[in-house]
């Protein structure tokens, strides 16, 4: 493969297909490589959607992490199980799809508490590339709730899914509290249809990844759009400090290394991948990796820790059920600016809880009375919360031989606990508690799980300079022209809600920065140097 692309986009998630998008409403000519480590599954697929509602497997699960693949080091057991998918449309094909926006002090960590970093750039640089993300996931959502004041009053794309049946004792236990409830923001454009299934949807109700990029790709004004699956891509290659001419990636078909040159490169691999293709793109240009002469790639690796508080109820005489499997019930409370020294929560109620599994007493043989009479005792109560952790420059992941079975290389996460966590984190409970207690719960009790990929940020985080982070304010690596990571390893923190809302609006200011960029020269298709080749 010889030709030369406007773009190569490394991935497939939400980030690559959301900048391929964008660059070809700008222009549905530009030519753009996308490549992929992992596979296509099928979308809406019949059997695999009954396979999931009778087995529980999903049809992507082949794609996930293996246990035991990756590894951990530091006082905690970082979660690498079910965190990611790694395949076309990357891990939006199981997203719970809660699309909130980050708060004006989450840019202002440091300056607000002296710990973590603050971002290169504000709130109110985004605001506007939030208004378009939202429209894109049509974000449900309720604009009336008192965090959405930064709005400036512009509505969200879809009515917000109202309060279960099953949320209404929290909802009363909230207001007791001090607490004001609200309605969950889900990126969901069709009618759903509360099977439960969310995580593979029969009928395409949640956004997805996938669905676009079939869409771009069908799309027959596109005839410049290449995807490639089963292709990771091994190495970025330098023909002099500031310019990435070509990426290596692995054919696994054939077996070959295949490199293809580009105007510009994106790293769209998520919080794992990405820092790990840069320090594996080693030169004598960049002796430790692309991006990492100031050893930052890698660093300051950050996710949610998770608090729950849960508890029981000894009858469930209206026999209520959990009806979607997503929450209905949230606040941001205390997601406030008077929480972030000891590090903010976003509280939610379970999204299966409570809940009997009535498929599988049926095929235990139980009678209609019986599944009558077990949905109509006990039922179980759950308020859970993100709990914002600091990075912290000693939390890094690094590489460690071997790759998994698409290519891509296996890692260690060290990651050692904030000094206050623990004091931190029982201050937040005792927040939650008060929940459970007025819910007049009883056996509650409270637990603090650790942090793991779902959300995890940091690793090529943006700063102001070299010396601070990897990525400038535009996401692009420092000391180079023209390559991007376009993911959350570019966020400085993690704030305290889910970042695919966030990481979306960052993509279309991208995609922005690069459609007003001055054209650059035509790359030579030219052999690279002998010592890049080699080195």
Same mark, same amino acid.
């Given at each position: 493969?010889?030709?030369?692309?406007?773009?190569?986009?490394?991935?497939?998630?939400?980030?690559?297909?959301?900048?391929?998008?964008?660059?070809?409403?700008?222009?549905?000519?530009?030519?753009?490589?996308?490549?992929?480590?992992? @596979? /296509?599954? #099928?979308? &809406?697929?019949?059997?695999?959607?009954?396979?999931? *509602?009778?087995?529980? =497997? +999903?049809?992507?699960?082949?794609?996930?992490?293996?246990?035991?693949?990756?590894?951990?080091?530091?006082?905690?057991?970082?979660?690498?199980?079910?965190?990611?998918?790694?395949?076309?449309?990357?891990?939006?094909?199981?997203?719970?799809?809660?699309?909130?926006?980050?708060?004006?002090?989450?840019?202002?960590?440091?300056?607000?508490?002296?710990?973590?970093?603050?971002?290169?750039?504000?709130?109110?640089?985004?605001?506007?590339?939030?208004?378009?993300?939202?429209?894109?996931?049509?974000?449900?959502?309720?604009?009336?709730?008192?965090?959405?004041?930064?709005?400036?009053?512009?509505?969200? @794309? /879809?009515? #917000?899914? &109202?309060?279960?049946?099953?949320?209404?004792?929290? *909802?009363?236990?909230? =207001? +007791?509290?001090?607490?004001?409830?609200?309605?969950?923001?889900?990126?969901?454009?069709?009618?759903?249809?509360?099977?439960?299934?969310?995580?593979?949807?029969?009928?395409?109700?949640?956004?997805?990844?996938?669905?676009?990029?079939?869409?771009?790709?069908?799309?027959?004004?596109?005839?410049?759009?290449?995807?490639?699956?089963?292709?990771?891509?091994?190495?970025?290659?330098?023909?002099?400090?500031?310019?990435?001419?070509?990426?290596?990636?692995?054919?696994?078909?054939?077996?070959?290394?295949?490199?293809?040159?580009?105007?510009?490169?994106?790293?769209?691999?998520?919080?794992?991948?990405? @820092?790990?293709?840069?320090?594996?793109?080693?030169?004598?240009?960049?002796?430790?990796?692309?991006?990492?002469?100031?050893?930052?790639?890698?660093?300051?690796?950050?996710?949610?820790?998770?608090?729950?508080?849960?508890?029981?109820?000894?009858?469930?005489?209206?026999?209520?059920?959990?009806?979607?499997?997503?929450?209905?019930?949230?606040?941001?409370?205390?997601?406030?600016?008077?929480?972030?020294?000891?590090?903010?929560?976003?509280?939610?109620?379970?999204?299966?809880?409570?809940?009997?599994?009535?498929?599988?007493?049926?095929?235990?043989?139980?009678?209609?009375?019986?599944?009558?009479?077990?949905?109509?005792?006990?039922?179980?109560?759950?308020?859970?919360?993100?709990?914002?952790?600091?990075?912290?420059?000693?939390?890094?992941?690094?590489?460690?031989?071997?790759?998994?079975?698409?290519?891509?290389?296996?890692?260690?996460?060290?990651?050692?606990?904030?000094?206050?966590?623990?004091?931190?984190?029982?201050?937040?409970?005792?927040?939650?508690?008060?929940?459970?207690?007025?819910?007049?719960?009883?056996?509650?009790?409270?637990?603090?799980?650790?942090?793991?990929?779902?959300?995890?940020?940091?690793?090529?985080?943006?700063?102001?300079?070299?010396?601070?982070?990897?990525?400038?304010?535009?996401?692009?690596?420092?000391?180079?022209?023209?390559?991007?990571?376009?993911?959350?390893?570019?966020?400085?923190?993690?704030?305290?809600?889910?970042?695919?809302?966030?990481?979306?609006?960052?993509?279309?200011?991208?995609?922005?920065?690069?459609?007003?960029?001055?054209?650059?020269?035509?790359?030579?298709?030219?052999?690279?140097?002998?010592?890049?080749?080699?080195?």
């Amino acid at each position: 493969m010889s030709r030369h692309y406007s773009y190569v986009l490394i991935g497939s998630g939400v980030a690559a297909v959301t900048l391929a998008r964008q660059l070809l409403q700008q222009d549905r000519s530009t030519s753009i490589l996308m490549l992929e480590a992992g @596979p /296509r599954v #099928p979308r &809406g697929d019949r059997r695999g959607w009954w396979d999931y *509602v009778l087995t529980g =497997r +999903k049809p992507y699960d082949f794609c996930r992490d293996l246990p035991g693949e990756n590894r951990t080091e530091g006082d905690i057991d970082w979660g690498f199980d079910d965190s990611r998918i790694m395949a076309y449309g990357g891990s939006t094909g199981h997203w719970g799809a809660w699309s909130l926006r980050y708060k004006p002090e989450d840019f202002r960590l440091y300056s607000n508490t002296g710990e973590g970093a603050d971002w290169p750039i504000g709130y109110d640089d985004l605001d506007p590339y939030y208004r378009q993300a939202e429209d894109y996931l049509s974000v449900c959502g309720d604009t009336g709730e008192s965090w959405n004041a930064n709005r400036a009053a512009q509505p969200y @794309p /879809r009515p #917000p899914f &109202g309060w279960t049946e099953a949320d209404g004792l929290m *909802v009363e236990a909230f =207001r +007791k509290n001090g607490i004001e409830p609200g309605c969950m923001p889900i990126a969901r454009y069709r009618k759903c249809m509360t099977t439960g299934t969310c995580k593979y949807c029969p009928i395409g109700s949640r956004f997805t990844a996938h669905d676009v990029l079939d869409e771009l790709a069908d799309d027959p004004r596109h005839v410049n759009l290449e995807i490639r699956c089963l292709s990771p891509v091994t190495r970025l290659v330098a023909d002099r400090k500031s310019n990435i001419a070509a990426a290596e990636f692995l054919d696994t078909k054939t077996g070959d290394t295949v490199s293809v040159t580009a105007d510009v490169f994106v790293v769209a691999g998520g919080t794992y991948e990405s @820092p790990k293709l840069l320090m594996r793109s080693k030169s004598a240009f960049w002796p430790e990796g692309i991006g990492n002469d100031t050893d930052l790639v890698g660093r300051h690796i950050v996710s949610h820790s998770f608090l729950r508080v849960r508890g029981t109820l000894p009858t469930n005489h209206r026999r209520w059920l959990q009806e979607f499997d997503f929450p209905t019930l949230m606040s941001r409370t205390y997601d406030s600016p008077e929480h972030q020294l000891d590090g903010k929560i976003f509280i939610f109620k379970n999204r299966a809880l409570p809940n009997v599994d009535i498929a599988g007493l049926m095929k235990k043989g139980k009678t209609r009375e019986q599944i009558r009479a077990i949905l109509s005792g006990p039922m179980t109560f759950e308020l859970q919360a993100f709990y914002e952790e600091k990075g912290q420059h000693r939390n890094r992941l690094v590489e460690r031989s071997g790759t998994n079975r698409f290519g891509l290389p296996l890692m260690t996460v060290n990651y050692l606990r904030e000094p206050k966590f623990d004091e931190r984190t029982k201050r937040q409970l005792a927040l939650m508690k008060p929940v459970m207690d007025d819910m007049a719960c009883e056996n509650v009790a409270t637990f603090v799980d650790d942090p793991g990929g779902h959300h995890a940020s940091g690793t090529c985080r943006m700063a102001e300079t070299p010396e601070e982070g990897v990525t400038d304010s535009n996401m692009k690596v420092f000391g180079t022209d023209n390559l991007y990571v376009c993911s959350n390893a570019a966020f400085p923190t993690c704030a305290a809600v889910n970042p695919t809302l966030t990481l979306t609006a960052l993509t279309m200011r991208l995609a922005e920065h690069l459609a007003g960029a001055a054209p650059r020269p035509v790359a030579s298709a030219a052999p690279l140097l002998a010592q890049e080749i080699s080195a």
